[in-house]
T-cell receptor, first 110, second 112 residues
Framework: QKEVEQDPGPLSVPEGAIVSLNCTYS??????FMWYRQYSRKGPELLMY????GNKEDGRFTAQVDKSSKYISLFIRDSQPSDSATYLC??????????FGTGTRLKVLA | EADIYQTPRYLVIGTGKKITLECSQT?????MYWYQQDPGMELHLIHY???????EKGDLSSESTVSRIRTEHFPLTLESARPSHTSQYLC???????????FGNGTRLTVT
């Protein structure tokens, strides 16, 4: 079993929709949680970084961490075609080792 | 705009060749990493470095080596490339072990 599970998609939504992206994990020692956006032929770009449980909002993006359920989410409000990319979740116990999900491909249709 | 730079962006080479993938960062980060990324797969750690003259192997370190002579520079060398090395190689850096990673745009390597 993988430490981090992420639905690969693809997920297609109309422009303006609210998008929900999720990851589940098995290691309760994870404390630091990240979401990255990766465009084709580019490196991953950090979107959100949270520590422990709770919510964090940045513009149209909201990250949620539920440590009791071992579940993290990224919400994108008012989605735009420019949000079309692969979204990677990642988590860490606070050491050098970061565990990544396989990524969810998102397509926002104009 | 990325403050971590990887060259070349694309490379096609023949089996048995020795290659070095370059990575430089301008952020002064102590921690640097090399990851391998294949389509539909999670990123796998190849090597990481805590600082100058400090390197450790990751999960997929076999057949490659790294060096860290300067804080800003972390090259990855494949002594003898094989078709199984065909992949995207991502370099990253962080301030410390629990800080988010900052990635370069990758080197896409094809070994024929």
């Amino acid at each position: 079993q993988k430490e981090v599970e992420q639905d690969p998609g693809p997920l297609s939504v109309p422009e303006g929709a609210i998008v929900s992206l999720n990851c589940t994990y098995s290691n309760s020692a994870f404390q630091y949680f990240m979401w990255y956006r990766q465009y084709s032929r580019k490196g991953p770009e950090l979107l959100m970084y949270t520590y422990s449980s709770g919510n964090k909002e940045d513009g149209r993006f909201t990250a949620q961490v539920d440590k009791s359920s071992k579940y993290i989410s990224l919400f994108i409000r008012d989605s735009q075609p420019s949000d079309s990319a692969t979204y990677l979740c990642a988590m860490s116990r606070g050491t050098y080792k970061y565990i990544f999900g396989t990524g969810t491909r998102l397509k926002v249709l104009a | 705009e990325a403050d971590i730079y990887q060259t070349p962006r694309y490379l096609v080479i023949g089996t048995g060749k020795k290659i070095t993938l370059e990575c430089s960062q301008t952020m002064g980060h102590d921690k640097m990493y090399w990851y391998q990324q294949d389509p539909g797969m999670e990123l796998h750690l190849i090597h990481y470095s805590y600082g100058v003259n400090s390197t450790e192997k990751g999960d997929l370190s076999s057949e490659s080596t790294v060096s860290r002579i300067r804080t800003e520079h972390f090259p990855l060398t494949l002594e003898s490339a094989r078709p199984s090395h065909t992949s995207q190689y991502l370099c990253a850096s962080s301030v410390q072990g629990n800080s988010p990673l900052h990635f370069g745009n990758g080197t896409r390597l094809t070994v024929t």
